[in-house]
């Protein structure tokens, strides 16, 4: 069976005087990264893609070490972009709004960030095919993906419920979600 690991990566250092982009893992981040690579299972996975955004290419290379499998990078996985906000509590409630389906037009648009990660997860799997692989990205986009895999909006509280580092896994053969993120399971009521 086919499947296509879809990694968040770990926990980051947080620099408002650089871009989001050039965020990088936390100390404690990389500690955490790897230990959670190791205690993951990788079965067959033979291809590792990340996000080019410096946090996700660190989590790469940790994983990518852990399991023996290369890495490459895709412009599609990047994080659904967003504009820095002056405080957490704007961020998150125009987060939960944009969730929601109200549109932000700070906000990359819903449907083209579906359509870009879609086409890069795609343009992967055609480059090998009959293979698993795995992709290392962002709570965003991996929301907006996996929201059209479902056939609905996932909501605030699932997209907060993505750990760092967190993985969910699709049957590529069938495009079904067949293991969620384990932070879905630790936030069920």
């Known amino acids: 069976m086919t499947r ?19 965020w990088r893992l936390s100390e404690e981040g990389r500690e955490v990264v790897q230990n959670w690579a190791e205690s993951q299972s990788w079965p067959g996975v033979r291809h590792l893609y990340a996000s080019p955004e410096v946090k996700a290419m660190e989590t790469a290379a940790i994983i990518a070490a ?18 820095l906000m002056a405080s957490r509590a704007e961020f998150l409630n125009r ?37 698993s692989i795995a992709v290392v990205s962002h709570g965003r986009i991996l929301t907006a993906y ?29 495009g079904h979600l067949v293991r969620g993120f384990a932070g879905w399971e630790a936030a069920r009521p």
């Open 146 to 174: 996996l929201s059209g895999l479902l056939h609905r909006r996932l909501t605030h509280r699932e997209w907060q419920a993505i750990g760092m580092p967190d993985v969910a896994v699709v049957d590529l053969e069938t």
């Open 95 to 131: 987060m939960e709004q944009y969730l929601a389906g109200f549109a932000d037009p700070a906000f990359e648009p819903w449907e083209a960030a579906q359509e870009r990660m879609g086409s890069a997860i795609r343009a992967i799997q055609a480059r090998h095919a009959d293979e």
């Open 4 to 22: 296509l690991h879809l990694v968040r990566h770990g926990p980051t250092t947080v620099d408002p005087t650089r871009p989001q982009d050039q």
């Open 66 to 83: 852990a399991a023996h499998i290369p890495v490459g990078t895709s412009e599609g996985l990047r994080e659904l972009r967003v504009p």
